[in-house]
Protein backbone atom coordinates (compact mmCIF):
# COMPACT_ATOMS: atom_id res chain seq x y z
CA UNK A 1 0.00 0.00 0.00
CA UNK A 2 1.23 3.63 -0.58
CA UNK A 3 0.39 7.06 0.42
CA UNK A 4 -1.29 8.11 -3.57
CA UNK A 5 -0.76 11.81 -4.22
CA UNK A 6 -2.80 12.21 -6.81
CA UNK A 7 -6.06 11.55 -4.59
CA UNK A 8 -4.49 13.49 -1.85
CA UNK A 9 -4.23 16.29 -4.42
CA UNK A 10 -7.41 15.91 -5.49
CA UNK A 11 -9.19 15.87 -1.75
CA UNK A 12 -7.48 18.96 -1.30
CA UNK A 13 -8.47 20.97 -3.98
CA UNK A 14 -12.27 19.80 -3.30
CA UNK A 15 -11.54 20.73 0.33
CA UNK A 16 -10.28 24.18 -0.62
CA UNK A 17 -6.92 23.35 0.62
CA UNK A 18 -3.67 23.67 -0.54
CA UNK A 19 -0.85 20.53 0.17
CA UNK A 20 1.42 22.98 1.90
CA UNK A 21 -1.83 24.23 4.06
CA UNK A 22 -2.66 20.08 4.80
CA UNK A 23 0.96 19.31 5.39
CA UNK A 24 1.37 21.94 7.80
CA UNK A 25 -1.84 21.15 9.47
CA UNK A 26 -1.33 17.66 9.74
CA UNK A 27 1.87 18.43 11.64
CA UNK A 28 4.15 16.80 8.87
CA UNK A 29 7.27 17.76 7.09
CA UNK A 30 7.54 18.93 3.04
CA UNK A 31 10.28 15.70 3.77
CA UNK A 32 8.49 13.72 5.66
CA UNK A 33 5.64 13.79 3.29
CA UNK A 34 7.44 13.13 0.30
CA UNK A 35 9.14 10.31 1.60
CA UNK A 36 5.73 9.32 2.84
CA UNK A 37 4.62 9.82 -1.02
CA UNK A 38 7.89 7.25 -2.71
CA UNK A 39 7.99 4.75 0.24
CA UNK A 40 6.41 1.46 0.22
CA UNK A 41 6.04 1.19 3.79
CA UNK A 42 3.56 3.72 5.72
CA UNK A 43 3.36 5.20 8.73
CA UNK A 44 0.35 4.75 9.58
CA UNK A 45 0.26 7.82 12.46
CA UNK A 46 1.11 10.64 9.65
CA UNK A 47 -1.84 8.89 7.13
CA UNK A 48 -4.08 8.87 9.87
CA UNK A 49 -3.02 12.77 10.23
CA UNK A 50 -3.57 13.51 6.84
CA UNK A 51 -7.00 11.90 6.51
CA UNK A 52 -8.55 13.70 9.95
CA UNK A 53 -7.20 16.85 7.77
CA UNK A 54 -9.13 15.83 5.04
CA UNK A 55 -12.08 14.45 7.15
CA UNK A 56 -11.95 11.22 5.25
CA UNK A 57 -10.77 7.91 5.68
CA UNK A 58 -7.29 6.74 4.88
CA UNK A 59 -8.69 3.93 2.18
CA UNK A 60 -9.45 7.07 0.26
CA UNK A 61 -5.83 8.63 0.61
CA UNK A 62 -4.10 5.48 0.02
CA UNK A 63 -3.35 3.09 -3.08
CA UNK A 64 -2.26 -0.90 -3.25
CA UNK A 65 0.87 -1.74 -5.40
CA UNK A 66 -0.58 -4.66 -6.78
CA UNK A 67 -3.42 -7.08 -6.64
CA UNK A 68 -2.31 -9.75 -4.39
CA UNK A 69 -1.11 -6.73 -2.13
CA UNK A 70 -4.72 -5.46 -2.17
CA UNK A 71 -6.32 -9.19 -1.28
CA UNK A 72 -3.73 -9.59 1.64
CA UNK A 73 -5.02 -6.45 2.88
CA UNK A 74 -8.72 -6.88 2.64
CA UNK A 75 -8.08 -10.86 3.92
CA UNK A 76 -5.87 -8.94 7.25
CA UNK A 77 -8.97 -6.74 7.68
CA UNK A 78 -11.61 -9.72 7.63
CA UNK A 79 -9.28 -11.50 10.24
CA UNK A 80 -9.09 -8.97 12.56
CA UNK A 81 -13.04 -8.00 12.21
CA UNK A 82 -13.34 -11.65 13.14
CA UNK A 83 -10.75 -12.28 15.92
CA UNK A 84 -12.29 -9.18 17.51
CA UNK A 85 -15.77 -11.03 17.23
CA UNK A 86 -14.72 -13.73 18.57
CA UNK A 87 -11.81 -13.63 20.45
CA UNK A 88 -11.12 -16.94 21.02
CA UNK A 89 -10.78 -17.95 17.66
CA UNK A 90 -7.13 -19.33 16.52
CA UNK A 91 -5.72 -16.74 13.94
CA UNK A 92 -3.52 -19.19 11.98
CA UNK A 93 -6.92 -20.98 11.24
CA UNK A 94 -8.88 -18.41 10.58
CA UNK A 95 -6.60 -16.99 8.25
CA UNK A 96 -5.67 -20.34 6.39
CA UNK A 97 -9.90 -20.44 5.71
CA UNK A 98 -10.22 -17.62 4.63
CA UNK A 99 -7.55 -17.64 1.88
CA UNK A 100 -9.23 -21.20 0.94
CA UNK A 101 -12.55 -18.70 0.36
CA UNK A 102 -10.35 -16.25 -1.52
CA UNK A 103 -9.84 -18.87 -4.16
CA UNK A 104 -12.19 -19.99 -6.79
CA UNK A 105 -13.98 -23.46 -6.19
CA UNK A 106 -12.55 -25.09 -8.71
CA UNK A 107 -9.03 -24.32 -7.79
CA UNK A 108 -9.65 -25.22 -4.11
CA UNK A 109 -11.44 -28.73 -5.72
CA UNK A 110 -8.36 -29.27 -7.71
CA UNK A 111 -5.71 -28.53 -4.57
CA UNK A 112 -7.13 -30.96 -2.83
CA UNK A 113 -7.46 -33.45 -5.75
CA UNK A 114 -3.88 -33.14 -5.97
CA UNK A 115 -2.99 -33.20 -1.98
CA UNK A 116 -5.37 -36.70 -1.66
CA UNK A 117 -3.34 -38.35 -4.43
CA UNK A 118 0.13 -37.97 -2.88
CA UNK A 119 1.37 -41.16 -1.47
CA UNK A 120 1.57 -41.63 2.27
CA UNK A 121 5.32 -42.61 2.47
CA UNK A 122 4.68 -43.79 5.86
Request: proline share 2%; glycine share 2%.
Amino acid sequence: MYLDSVKIKKLCKSKGITLNELIKKAGISKTAYYHLIRKKQLLVNSILEIAICLDTETKQITSFWNQAEEQYYHLNSKLEELCLKYPELNRDNAWHTLLLLSEEPLQRLDRALLRGQKINIY
